[in-house]
C-alpha cells in the first residue's frame, strides 16, 4: 500500500470513528474531489478491529504530542503539494499560494 493510499485509509477510517454529524463537519471544508476519495474509501474499507483505530488515534495522538507543526512553513506546504500533485503540479501551485511573501529558498 502506498503512503497515499494508506493515509487515504487512516482518514477514511477515522472519519467513520467521528460519527455521521462531525464527520459531516469535517466534510464541510473539502472539495468534491477529496470528498469522493474518502467515500469511496470509507464505502470499501473492511471491517477493522478496535485495535486497528486505537492504533491510527494513537498515532495521531503522537504526531501532536511531538509537537507537529499547526502552522505549516514553507517548506511544509511544498512537501505536501509536492507528494499529492507532483513536482510540475505543485510548483505551480506553489508560486500562486506564495506569491508576494517572502518565498526565499523555495
Excluded: C, W, Y
Excluded at 22 to 39: I, M, T
Excluded at 49 to 77: N, Q, Y
Excluded at 79 to 86: N, V, Y
Amino acid at each position: 500500500m502506498s503512503g497515499n493510499d494508506e493515509g487515504l485509509e487512516k482518514s477514511a477510517l477515522l472519519l467513520l470513528t467521528l460519527g455521521p454529524d462531525d464527520a459531516a463537519e469535517v466534510l464541510k471544508h473539502l472539495g468534491p474531489k477529496e470528498v469522493q476519495k474518502l467515500g469511496l474509501a470509507m464505502a470499501s474499507l473492511p471491517a477493522q478491529s478496535r485495535t486497528r483505530v486505537e492504533t491510527i488515534i494513537d498515532e495521531l495522538e503522537s504526531h501532536f504530542e511531538k509537537g507537529a507543526p499547526i502552522e505549516a512553513s514553507e517548506e511544509h506546504i511544498r512537501d505536501m503539494l509536492t507528494k499529492a500533485l507532483g513536482d510540475d503540479r505543485a510548483g505551480h501551485i506553489i508560486a500562486r499560494i506564495l506569491h508576494g511573501s517572502d518565498t526565499a529558498g523555495i
